[in-house]
């Protein structure tokens, strides 16, 4: 098993479905994070989880809802997104302990929004 | 706050030539720092990072980086680059005291390695 798995991979949606992303650590850390990666842009930092409780919301829009049942998983909730969310989503993982801020990332899941 | 700047977005060279790509942070007393590799379409993967200890650090893939803390930079070389090293690299920096550990991206530099 990898460290981080995200499922699905590829995701194509229109504006007005609901889906959701699917991010697994199996290294036992107890933070887990998403970003957003868009063309030409820099990463963008949406959420933090630390010890299971949401620590940072870096004024995402209400479309994107995360959800982390437990220290090894995380979810992001997405309903009538636009366009413009067409991007790479990423999740990582961190042990808090180690308080490097190293992360560990997993393959992404391409999102598309017709 | 702290922050990455990485000073070139693009890097072209060819192949078996030197690379170097630069990064620089903004001054802080103490700082973890590191390269991440992201190939197409994939996630970030670690390269290389300095804790502590020497200032020359050796990664995978025959990387490597030196921690310059009186010019506040930790630039990225490899003396001989392949063609699969063509990826986007970012540097990030924590600045240990200031962000309990939270990590601070580069916007990336896009290296290609053309035959």
């Known amino acids: 098993e990898t460290g981080v798995t995200q499922t699905p991979r590829h995701l194509v949606m229109g504006m007005t479905n609901k889906k959701s992303l699917k991010c697994e650590q199996h290294?036992?850390?107890?933070?887990m994070y998403w970003y957003k990666q868009s063309a030409k842009k820099p990463l963008e930092l949406m959420f933090v989880?630390?010890?299971?409780?949401?620590?940072e919301n870096n004024s995402v829009p209400s479309r994107f809802s995360p959800e982390c049942p437990n220290s090894s998983h995380l979810f992001l909730h997405l309903h009538t997104l636009q366009p413009e969310d067409s991007a790479l989503y990423l999740c990582?993982?961190?042990?808090?302990?180690?308080?490097?801020?190293?992360?560990?990332f997993g393959e992404g899941s391409r999102l598309t929004v017709l | 706050a702290q922050s990455v700047t990485q000073l070139d977005s693009q890097v072209p060279v060819f192949e078996e030539a030197p690379v170097e790509l630069r990064c620089n942070y903004s001054?802080?007393?103490?700082?973890?720092l590191f390269w991440y590799v992201q190939y197409p379409n994939q996630g970030l993967q670690l390269l290389l990072k300095?804790?502590?200890?020497?200032?020359l650090v050796k990664g995978i893939n025959g990387f490597e980086a030196e921690f310059n803390k009186s010019q506040t930079s930790f630039h990225l070389r490899k003396p001989s680059v392949h063609i699969s090293d063509t990826a986007e690299y970012f540097c990030?920096?924590?600045?240990?005291?200031?962000?309990?550990?939270?990590?601070?991206f580069g916007q990336g530099t896009e290296l290609s390695v053309k035959p």
């Open positions: 990582a993982s961190s042990q808090l302990a180690a308080n490097t801020g190293e992360l560990f």
């Open positions: 290294l036992g850390h107890n933070a």
């Open positions: 989880y630390s010890l299971e409780e949401r620590v």
């Open positions: 001054s802080s007393v103490s700082v973890y």
């Open positions: 300095y804790l502590s200890g020497s200032t």
């Open positions: 990030a920096v924590s600045d240990v005291y200031n962000q309990g550990g939270k990590l601070i």
